[in-house]
């Protein structure tokens, strides 16, 4: 059996503050870590439905987003897809409605993915700034440790590139 292809996809808006987390976590990851072949970071932004095809491919797809869950800012979510399709009502993702829409198209395509969401509860998603919220940059390095064991769990891997950097995630 050949490796399991590991989707690793950051979503957001970088210009809406915290909204922005997933895309800069697949920036430091892919800057910090180099990893297995069957593992591809990819930048959605707000990609919605044009990420069908990267989505159909994947085995296993890693969703890292701002996830609005009544919860205090800063507090971190592992949440597999199914709970997000229960509560789309509640609009616990910016990007939930559209991921919804992807994936169900991916089934129909007899193709959709395992998935899980890593997320984090956002402070302020409000127009407009570079820059998340302290309380967001305060839980990055640990959204992204939890993205590094959700890659490991689904059997990829990775290696820090430069291993002397005493910020290292892992």
């Not at 809406?16 to 990819?42: H, P, Q, R």
Request: with cysteine.
């Amino acid at each position: 059996m050949s490796e399991k292809r590991i989707l690793v996809l950051g979503v957001g808006n970088v210009l809406l503050k915290d909204e922005g987390v997933g895309v800069k976590v697949i920036e430091t990851l892919g800057s910090e870590y180099a990893f297995s072949s069957n593992v591809e970071l990819m930048d959605g932004g707000t990609l919605g439905l044009r990420l069908l095809d990267p989505i159909c491919d994947a085995d296993f797809l890693i969703v890292v987003d701002a996830v609005l869950n009544g919860g205090t800012p800063g507090t971190l979510y592992r949440l597999p897809v199914s709970e997000i399709e229960k509560r789309v009502t509640f609009k616990n993702s910016l990007h939930q409605l559209d991921l919804v829409e992807t994936l169900a198209y991916a089934e129909i395509l007899g193709r959709r993915p395992d998935a899980v969401i890593i997320g984090v509860e956002p402070e302020d998603i409000s127009p407009w700034g570079l820059e998340m919220t302290d309380v967001v940059k305060a839980a990055f390095r640990e959204i992204c440790s939890k993205v590094l064991e959700e890659i490991e769990r689904a059997g990829g891997s990775f290696r820090r590139i430069n291993p002397d950097d005493l910020s290292s995630v892992k």
